[in-house]
């Protein structure tokens, strides 16, 4: 069987993504790796570095040690470890929307992303929330953010919103898309066939029975409950500050979370420098790390790459899972 072909976005080109790519492209893998980048920023970190680096034509394979093959997508500015500038964000949105696309025509099997700069991207005039919306709207389909590591699983029924904003967000059509896209990602990429799944409430105690809210009562038990029926293994729901037991996450294959704020701070505190994002719900497995760009350690060369060793690893797991599938 081949070896899975990844798309490699740095990210922020300020930030410690090119380091990190640097450092990926070190190891030995049965993956391809092809990065989507302005060759510049990517051989000044291996300078940095001091580490070898061969970009090579991006039509080819590059497994080898210190090799990746490479999509050029050039910054206006070269940029300075540290210091993003707006002027850059057309560049950084270009090279995830190419690599992207790579994926959808099937030229590639999956896409590995670093970190990106929501300010820079903004102040260069691009209403940028995040690379999952992104990568949603680009592909036309729904998705669901999860963060992984080896403790948990969290997916988050909704991303980057005001916290003003979540209790109306959180409805019954919303839930049932966020399960069913967890419940098949959980069962297609990870190989679970039967994954249960638990659902935390939105209020404190899950509304003490209608005492602190009602949205467990008008919205998320009818929902889990009609879902049920279908067959689908759904605990919830669950007051966030006792689901996270660790007796309690034994029985479970994945969390479902209401907000970004609810979930993922247990799961970094968990396992920071291991855990993923996945984009479930893409017609393509879509990982990212789970960090910042890093500025004030950019250029440094002593961020840790454990995430996006732990990303494209990921990725390339599900590609192959994906493929098993399809065969």
């Known amino acids: 069987m081949p070896a899975p072909r990844l798309a490699l976005v740095p990210g922020e080109p300020a930030g410690i993504g090119p380091e990190l790519c640097v450092r990926l492209a070190q190891r030995p893998r049965d993956y391809s790796l092809t990065a989507f980048a302005d060759p510049r920023t990517l051989r000044a970190a291996a300078k940095?570095?001091?580490?070898?680096?061969?970009?090579?034509?991006?039509?080819?394979?590059?497994?080898?040690?210190?090799?990746?093959?490479?999509?050029?997508?050039?910054?206006?500015?070269?940029?300075?470890?540290?210091?993003?500038?707006?002027?850059?964000?057309?560049?950084?949105?270009a090279a995830m929307l190419a690599a992207a696309d790579g994926c959808l025509r099937g030229r590639f099997e999956g896409l590995v992303t670093g970190p990106v700069h929501k300010a820079a991207i903004n102040d260069g005039g691009i209403a940028y929330t995040g690379t999952t919306e992104l990568l949603a709207r680009h592909a036309g389909c729904e998705v669901v953010m999860m963060l992984a590591n080896d403790t948990v699983r969290v997916a988050l029924a909704t991303t980057h919103l005001p916290l003003r904003e979540v209790a109306d967000a959180i409805t019954p059509a919303l839930l049932e898309r966020s399960l069913r896209i967890l419940h098949e990602a959980l069962r297609g990429d990870f190989g679970i066939a039967q994954p249960c799944i638990a659902v935390l409430g939105l209020n404190p105690h899950a509304g003490e029975a209608?005492?602190?809210?009602?949205?467990?009562?008008?919205?998320?038990?009818?929902?889990?409950?009609?879902?049920?029926?279908?067959?689908m293994q759904l605990v919830g729901p669950l007051p966030a500050d006792t689901a996270f037991l660790p007796a309690r996450l034994r029985g479970f294959d994945a969390v479902l979370a209401m907000y970004h704020d609810q979930g993922l701070p247990v799961l970094?505190?968990?396992?920071?420098?291991?855990?993923?994002?996945?984009?479930?719900?893409?017609?393509?497995?879509?990982?990212?790390?789970?960090?910042?760009?890093a500025l004030d350690l950019a250029g440094r060369g002593i961020a840790d790459p454990s995430s996006l060793f732990a990303a494209a690893d990921t990725c390339a797991r599900i590609a192959r899972a994906r493929r098993t599938m399809h065969a």
């Open 48 to 93: 940095a570095l001091d580490l070898p680096l061969r970009l090579i034509e991006e039509d080819r394979i590059a497994t080898a040690p210190g090799e990746l093959a490479l999509v050029e997508i050039p910054h206006p500015q070269l940029p300075v470890p540290g210091l993003p500038v707006p002027a850059n964000a057309a560049s950084v949105i």
């Open 268 to 293: 970094k505190f968990s396992g920071f420098e291991q855990a993923v994002n996945l984009t479930l719900g893409l017609p393509y497995p879509r990982v990212a790390v789970d960090h910042g760009t």
């Open 210 to 231: 209608g005492h602190l809210g009602r949205e467990e009562i008008e919205v998320i038990e009818p929902l889990l409950a009609a879902l049920r029926n279908e067959g």
